[in-house]
Nanobody
Framework: QVQLVESGGGLVQAGGSLRLSCAFS????????MAWFRQAPGKGREFVAD????????YYSDSVKGRFTISRDNAKNTVYLQMNSLKPEDTAVYLC???????????????WGQGTRVTVSS
């Protein structure tokens, strides 16, 4: 069974940066596409970014494009989300997700982490 554990969330001022990490275990990491989602208070879950098995392909939502960067280290079984130029509207719980299909990871991931909270103050 795949387990995903996020870390790196916290409180940051607008314009600041944070780097989220998601540690993967239980299966072969390089066989899974990975994604980040977020859920703001009182809102539904929103796709943020995804990355293919080897990292060759990435895709971002329009709301974070140019500010966030997704990456992965297959030797460390970890996926990252570097978040720069943070805005108060980026405040949310950020969740890591995994799927063996890159086509499906942004739509219906198989596995989810518990999330890490990011709060951006104005």
């Amino acid at each position: 069974q795949v387990q995903l554990v996020e870390s790196g969330g916290g409180l940051v001022q607008a314009g600041g940066s944070l780097r989220l990490s998601c540690a993967f275990s239980g299966r072969t990491f390089s066989s899974y596409a990975m994604a980040w989602f977020r859920q703001a208070p009182g809102k539904g879950r929103e796709f943020v970014a995804d990355i293919s098995w080897g990292g060759e392909s990435t895709y971002y939502s329009d709301s974070v494009k140019g500010r966030f960067t997704i990456s992965r280290d297959n030797a460390k079984n970890t996926v990252y989300l570097q978040m720069n130029s943070l805005k108060p509207e980026d405040t949310a719980v950020y969740l890591c997700a995994a799927c063996d299909s890159y086509r499906d990871v942004s739509i219906r991931p198989t596995y989810w982490g518990q999330g890490t909270r990011v709060t951006v103050s104005s």
